[in-house]
C-alpha cells in the first residue's frame, strides 16, 4: 500500500514542507509568527574548482539572478 504523498506524486520532503507549513499557518498570532520565523532557511552554496571553494552565494538571490537573466535573453 502507498503513502498518501506518494500517491499524490509528491517527495517526502515535499510533504513534510506542505504539512509544516499548514500547522504553523493554523496556530495563534503571536506562536505563528515564532513558529514561521523558526521555519525559514537560508541555503548557500559555493563552486568548488580544481580542489578550492568558490565564494559562497545565497541560494535565493543565485535563483533570481538566474531567472532575471533567462528572462532578458528571451
Do not use: C, P
Request: hydrophobic fraction near 45%; avoid cysteine; charged fraction near 30%.
Amino acid at each position: 500500500m502507498a503513502f498518501a504523498w506518494k500517491a499524490a506524486g509528491l517527495s517526502y520532503n515535499r510533504y513534510l514542507a506542505v504539512a509544516s507549513r499548514v500547522v504553523r499557518r493554523s496556530l495563534k498570532e503571536d506562536k505563528r509568527l515564532i513558529a514561521e520565523r523558526r521555519g525559514e532557511s537560508e541555503l548557500r552554496f559555493a563552486k568548488w574548482t580544481g580542489g578550492k571553494q568558490g565564494e559562497m552565494k545565497n541560494l535565493s538571490a543565485a535563483n533570481q539572478a538566474s531567472v532575471a537573466e533567462t528572462a532578458a535573453a528571451s
